[in-house]
């Protein structure tokens, strides 16, 4: 069973920073590729930023400059850095794997940015 834990979530204020944190149980994470989606109330789910297995990664533009993603294969775990958050960055984000052609979703965590 395939499982993604996401953590880290939470409230900041405008120009703050967090870092979520994706646990992932894939026997082969080193050859998965994995991404951050984000989905605000009443909105669909956007792709933030993902990272291929060899490590390439692509940030949707609102969060360019802003955001990072990475892995650590050891720990079989990706990352969020966040940073300079704004309003809009409010929603729940969700972990994402890709391996064999089928997709595994974490559950989510939510962050808000709000003074």
């Known amino acids: 069973q395939v499982q993604l834990v996401e953590?880290?979530?939470?409230?900041?204020?405008?120009?703050?920073?967090?870092?979520?944190?994706?646990?992932?149980?894939?026997?082969?994470?080193?050859?998965?590729?994995?991404?951050?989606?984000?989905?605000?109330?009443?909105e669909q789910r956007e792709l933030v930023a993902a990272i291929t297995r060899s490590g390439r990664t692509d940030y949707t533009d609102s969060v360019k400059g802003r955001f990072t993603i990475s892995r650590d294969?050891?720990?079989?775990t990706v990352y969020l850095q966040m940073n300079?958050?704004?309003?809009?960055?409010?929603?729940?984000?969700?972990?994402?794997g890709l391996l064999a052609q089928r997709d595994y979703w974490g559950?989510?965590?939510?962050?808000?940015?709000?003074?």
């Not at 409230?11 to 920073?17: A, C, E, F, N, T």
């Not at 967090?18 to 605000?40: E, H, K, T």
């Not at 300079?84 to 729940?92: F, G, S």
């Not at 965590?109 to 003074?115: F, G, L």
Request: proline fraction near 5%; charge should be positive; charged fraction near 15%.
């Open 7 to 42: 953590s880290g979530g939470g409230l900041v204020q405008p120009g703050g920073s967090l870092r979520l944190s994706c646990a992932a149980s894939i026997i082969f994470f080193n050859i998965a590729d994995m991404a951050w989606y984000r989905q605000a109330p009443g």
């Open 84 to 96: 300079n958050m704004k309003p809009e960055d409010t929603a729940v984000y969700y972990c994402k």
């Open 107 to 115: 559950q989510g965590t939510q962050v808000t940015v709000s003074s």
């Open 73 to 76: 294969n050891a720990k079989k």
